[in-house]
């Protein structure tokens, strides 16, 4: 299997909503990825867990809250978001690299969850 | 300014041409990937090419890489429809961090 899924292919919420975006792997890696993607935009990195621990953390606001739940499950809960949080949110998955970075090694990527906040 | 700066943002060709894309960048980088994204979708891995290696080939793809220069280029040859995507290079910076940072892409549209 050397696919990443995502669930929900698309969510629409409102400010005050509470979600969660899911992705899955079962391709043993040990480094998944969390990107948001706006349009026309390349994908910027949000968050890295590295064997299940958080890694990197580019100062993304506290309305998005990442969890890896296993080796296999990365989620991201969603709450108080904004309209302009609106965008393709991209989970990714990787080997670690030998040289212990988990982005040296080229990562797979599921199809993202089309987010719009009203 | 960004790393991983891409020209041209947007190219257009006949099928059967050849497509160049380049790509320039910033800082000490221990690889550097392409990956093509088609519209509203993943993005998917085409190549990877260390910081020691000069050139490198996969099917009708030819990516090369000058360090001195800090840039990159990625070749399709005789290209397809199916190669309409937009196109990404992708550097993790060799600074001890972790991330990886996509360039701003070109959009390809190969017309058939």
């Not at chain 1, 899911?22 to 390349?42: F, T």
């Not at chain 1, 904004?82 to 080229?106: I, K, M, V």
């Not at chain 2, 991983?4 to 497509?19: F, K, R, T, V």
């Not at chain 2, 980088?29 to 490198?56: A, D, F, P, T």
Request: hydrophobic letters at 30%; glycine letters at 6%; a positive charge.
């Amino acid at each position: 299997d050397t696919e990443v899924t995502q669930t929900p292919k698309h969510l629409v919420m409102g400010m005050t909503n509470k979600k969660s975006l899911k992705c899955e792997q079962h391709m043993g890696h040990r480094a998944m990825y969390w990107y948001k993607q706006k349009a026309k935009k390349p994908p910027e990195l949000m968050f890295v867990y590295s064997y299940e621990k958080l890694s990197i953390n580019e100062s993304v606001p506290s309305r998005f809250s990442p969890e890896c739940p296993n080796s296999s499950l990365l989620n991201l809960h969603l709450h108080a978001l904004q309209p302009e949080d609106s965008a393709l949110y991209l989970c990714a998955s990787s080997h670690p690299g030998l040289a212990g970075g988990p982005t040296y090694n080229e990562q797979f990527f599921g199809p993202g969850t089309r987010l719009t906040v009203l | 300014s960004q790393q991983g700066e891409e020209d041209p943002q947007a190219l257009s060709i006949q099928e059967g041409e050849n497509a160049t894309m380049n790509c320039s960048y910033k800082t000490s980088i221990n690889n550097l990937q392409w990956y093509r994204q088609n519209s509203g979708r993943g993005l998917v891995h085409l190549i990877l090419i260390r910081s020691n290696e000069r050139e490198k080939h996969s099917g009708r793809l030819r990516v090369t890489l000058d360090t001195s220069k800090k840039s990159s280029s990625l070749l399709i040859t005789a290209s397809r429809a199916a190669d309409t995507a937009s196109y990404f290079c992708a550097t993790a910076p060799n600074t001890g961090g972790f991330k990886t940072i996509f360039g701003a892409g070109t959009r390809l549209f190969v017309k058939a």
